[in-house]
């Protein structure tokens, strides 16, 4: 088959310019993995100054795109990677888009900007062919929220990938002690729900290492004093946003991963630290029981008795029935070869039907 003779189709990759987020993981191990697929030509849509790879083919993105994006008629496919993008193309060109979450929805948002962002995504709904999904919990909330009813769908999951790295060299290391820690890993906003970790370092010699970028200093500072409060200010560490080679080691080394988020389309962090072996403790809400399944172990609420006692428990029933290959079986279901190919019978779909 000659390239002429294959369906081209054009991924957006715009959320690649916003390092260490989940969307920046999406689209970066989306064009990685889909690329393998010779069935059809790829490409990208990025700006300027976002690179990849010199043989992969890309389109830039340009500041009039949100008044009007009229696209060659070369191509026969467009995917929208991201709810909440305002670049959608004009018609005929066949349409997939792909929703992650409706998490303003729960926010702090006024109530006008969360009605204008419902109105827009609605928009971009009834322009779609196509819809995929990251979870059924992000389905069955979009369903609630957007008339969708008519509309094909897929749920497709995430994959996850960890790469493994050598041991820290001594200027790597990210702080000085050799002690206890709880993990958790994510942008520090309300959302996360970190603060509701604190008390879980009474009556232990545990530390709270919290990593990733600080989009809230409001919300840091609701960690803080929650920390003076119960005393464990001292056992409290920032990393802020880390290598791969550093996540890794903090993933490997933590007693244990603890994501209490209150807001979540699917939950990397969670299925990352599976990956690794370890014991994971999760909230119960949104799509974190789907992803976490009964691998993980759950807050039922957020009480501070209640979530030390599951700590407690836990993490006694996972070493001492030495659960870390069970977990790791977990994981592996997500996988991006799995996702990619998924996203590639979608687009075979669309275009044929």
């Not at 827009?120 to 009813?149: G, M, P, V, W």
């Not at 994510?186 to 990593?211: R, W, Y």
């Amino acid at each position: 088959m000659t390239d002429n003779s294959k369906y081209s189709i054009v991924i957006d990759v715009d959320r690649l310019k916003y390092q260490f987020t989940g969307m920046h993981q999406f689209c970066l191990h989306l064009y990685q993995n889909i690329t393998k697929n010779k069935n059809f030509n790829f490409y990208f849509y990025k700006y300027k100054q976002t690179h990849l790879p010199e043989n992969l083919k890309t389109i830039s993105i340009h500041w009039w795109d949100i008044f009007f994006l009229n696209i060659n008629k070369k191509y026969d496919l467009w995917h929208t990677t991201n709810q909440l993008s305002k670049r959608i193309p004009s018609k005929p060109i066949k349409l997939v888009y792909t929703i992650h979450d409706l998490n303003f929805l729960y926010s702090n948002k006024s109530k006008w900007k969360k009605e204008r962002l419902l109105r827009s995504i609605q928009k971009n709904c009834d322009r779609a062919d196509y819809l995929t999904f990251i979870s059924n919990f992000a389905y069955l909330d979009a369903k609630k929220h957007l008339a969708i009813e008519t509309k094909k769908y897929r749920i497709i999951y995430n994959g996850v990938s960890v790469e493994k790295f050598e041991p820290l060299l001594n200027e790597e290391l990210l702080f000085d002690f050799n002690k206890k820690y709880l993990f958790s890993l994510g942008v520090v906003a309300e959302k996360k729900n970190m603060h509701t970790c604190i008390p879980l370092l009474v009556n232990n010699d545990f530390h709270l290492v919290i990593s990733g970028q600080i989009s809230d200093l409001k919300y840091q500072e609701k960690i803080i004093e929650t920390a003076k409060i119960y005393n464990v200010l001292n056992r409290v560490l920032f990393t802020g946003p880390v290598t791969d080679k550093q996540k890794y080691w903090l993933y490997q080394n933590c007693e244990a991963f603890v994501f209490p988020s209150i807001s979540e389309g699917f939950g990397l962090p969670p299925i990352e630290a599976m990956r690794v072996g370890k014991p994971t403790f999760l909230s119960n809400l949104t799509s974190l029981p789907e992803v976490g399944g009964t691998a993980a172990y759950y807050f039922e609420n957020f009480e501070p008795t209640h979530m030390q006692n599951v700590l407690e428990s836990g993490l006694k029933d996972f070493y001492n029935n030495k659960r870390a290959a069970e977990n790791i079986k977990w994981s592996e279901q997500f996988s991006w070869e799995k996702a990619t190919n998924e996203y590639c019978e979608v687009y075979d779909e669309v275009i044929n039907s």
